[in-house]
T-cell receptor
């Protein structure tokens, strides 16, 4: 089934630990995104990638890093987790190569708790 | 600055009509998106408007006025399954989505 998968579904992490959230899409979309969603706030962009081999910073990039070695995978790494990174993390993708086809499709999310 | 405003919560009755408003202010504009998000799930795409006017898609319609920085989502013949949060997002000049906090819609029998 075409779509976006994320792993893990949920995770409890001790502060200071390193963590990588995985995201894989099989729609051959050029662009991929990482968002965090916190209660009472809109989705906030952490990092994005317009195409394999390139990445960019979003609104809230501090404490996070990404890589885009190929079209399908876009992992998000927290180098040293802090409690303020407790959130739900969504990965999304879009086929930005087509005019007007900028709709973003979302993965199921990862619920991360940092203690 | 960039800003998206939408009501925090709305309540409506099953079978009725509800309109969820959204005002936006972004650096540049490349379209207005509406997404639906059920509790504990991912956002799913509902509609996209880039030209002024009404776009109808079954029970859901979306309206855009670019001159007023205003959009609304209209849901007709409400069903219990429509209970969800509705997210408004404006695409800015860099083709990044700026998101509102979402409107939680509660449907009562």
């Amino acid at each position: 089934i075409a779509g976006i998968t994320q792993a893990p579904t949920s995770q409890i992490l001790a502060a200071g630990r390193r963590m990588t959230l995985r995201c894989t899409q099989d729609m051959r979309h050029n662009a991929m995104y990482w968002y965090r969603q916190d209660l009472g706030l809109g989705l906030r962009l952490i990092h994005y990638s317009n195409t394999a081999g390139t990445t960019g910073k979003g609104e809230v990039p501090d404490g996070y890093s990404v890589s885009r070695a190929n079209t399908d995978d876009f992992p998000l790494t927290l180098a040293s987790a802090v409690p303020s990174q407790t959130s739900v993390y969504f990965c999304a993708s879009s086929d930005s190569s087509l005019a007007g086809a900028d709709t973003q499709y979302f993965g199921p999310g990862t619920r991360l708790t940092v203690l | 600055g960039q800003n998206i405003d939408q009501p925090t919560e709305m309540t409506a009755t099953e079978g009725a009509i509800v309109q969820i408003n959204c005002t936006y202010q972004t650096s540049g504009f490349n379209g207005l998106f509406w997404y639906q998000q059920h509790a504990g799930e991912a956002p799913t795409f509902l509609s996209y408007n880039v030209l002024d006017g009404l776009e109808e898609k079954g029970r859901f319609s979306s309206f855009l006025s670019r001159s007023k920085g205003y959009s609304y989502l209209l849901l007709k013949e409400l069903q219990m399954k429509d209970s969800a949060s509705y997210l408004c997002a404006s695409m800015d000049s860099n083709y990044q989505l700026i998101w509102g906090a979402g409107t939680k819609l509660i449907i009562k029998p």
